[in-house]
């Protein structure tokens, strides 16, 4: 009998030993270091507000969470943000200004949370406001000459469009598409300088555009137009050396000479293909600004 009641105690003790070493089902799952979410609208549209969300597992004084915020796989913006000392919880605002894919990343000294992310939808049209207001100041970021930031779409944003077309290859004409803006707000679509140094204009024939260039960037791009093939614009590169305000005789509109008769300068009309007698013409509103910003002995580029 004493050798069975060893027996069954040392197999209740194994048993016993056993519960406590082997966790329950109902044990919590650890924490993980940092959690983030994002609250709002998904497909996110463009000017909403979104909130970006988490919280620090190791809460306490001193330990800021960066978070990064990234579009189309390129770095946006950076921010830094103050968690709740007690319960870990950060927040911050995002406003929708890019397309088309957001990815967002918290970090804490050693600690990143999962990447969240959320699509963008396109707007169908600019209209009015806010939208039209970013839709211009895209233009004006990607180097297309607009005369402020309006907030609707008027002339400058048409002729701004019309530059835009010529640069990407498509139809030559004022209208809004689906596709420019979604280009605009990828950060993408400017005119890319085939020269880099120092301020200069550069002309290209083949896209009937000319624009105005300033450390390495292109600053202001506008429609043109140059001479047909019977009186083409001559190539090359050239030196300003002459500039003519107001009208002239052949209603030449601030003209700013480079060589011989060659001139830029406003003009009505300013088609969409070769139209001039070898001059490069551009739209009469924006003429006394390029004429201001054109100097005596700046470089010309015109090629193909």
């Known amino acids: 009998m004493k050798g069975r009641g060893l027996i069954r105690f040392a197999l209740v003790s194994l048993a016993f030993g056993m519960m406590l070493v082997v966790p329950t089902a109902a044990s919590a799952a650890p924490q993980p270091p940092i959690t983030l979410s994002v609250k709002g609208k998904k497909p996110a549209g463009v000017l909403e507000r979104m909130l970006v969300h988490g919280r620090l597992a190791d809460p306490g004084p001193n330990k800021m969470v960066t978070i990064r915020v990234r579009n189309e796989g390129h770095p946006l913006f950076t921010k830094k943000v103050d968690p709740n000392n ?4 950060f927040r911050m605002p995002l406003r929708i200004t890019r397309c088309c894919r957001y990815v967002i990343v918290a970090e804490q000294g050693d600690f990143h949370s999962g990447p969240v992310e959320f699509r963008v ?4 049209g600019v209209g009015r406001g806010g939208r039209a207001k970013l839709f211009n100041k895209l233009l004006k970021k990607e180097g297309y000459h607009v005369a402020g930031t309006p907030k609707r779409k008027n002339w400058a944003t048409d002729l701004a469009i ?3 077309r010529k640069v990407n290859g498509m139809a030559r004409n004022t209208r809004f598409s689906k596709k420019i803006f979604k280009k605009l707000l990828q950060g993408r679509g400017g005119f890319k300088p085939k020269h880099k140094r120092g301020r200069h204009v550069e002309v290209d024939l083949s896209r009937q555009v000319m624009s105005l260039i300033a450390s390495g ?3 202001h791009t506008s429609h043109a137009s140059t001479g047909t ?9 050239f030196r300003f050396y002459l500039r003519q305000p107001g009208y002239n005789s052949k209603a030449m509109y601030y003209s700013v000479y480079f060589r011989g008769g060659y001139a830029t300068h406003g003009y009505d009309p300013v088609p969409t293909y070769p139209a001039s007698h070898g001059c490069v013409r551009n739209p009469i509103p924006f003429s006394r600004f390029i004429y201001g910003w054109v100097q005596i002995g700046m470089p010309i580029y015109v090629y193909l």
Do not use: C, W, Y
């Open 217 to 219: 960037e292109a600053q």
């Open 229 to 237: 093939s019977a009186t083409p614009t001559i190539r090359g590169k």
């Open 86 to 89: 007690a319960t870990g919880d």
């Open 162 to 164: 019309l530059a835009f």
């Open 121 to 124: 939808r396109v707007p169908n």
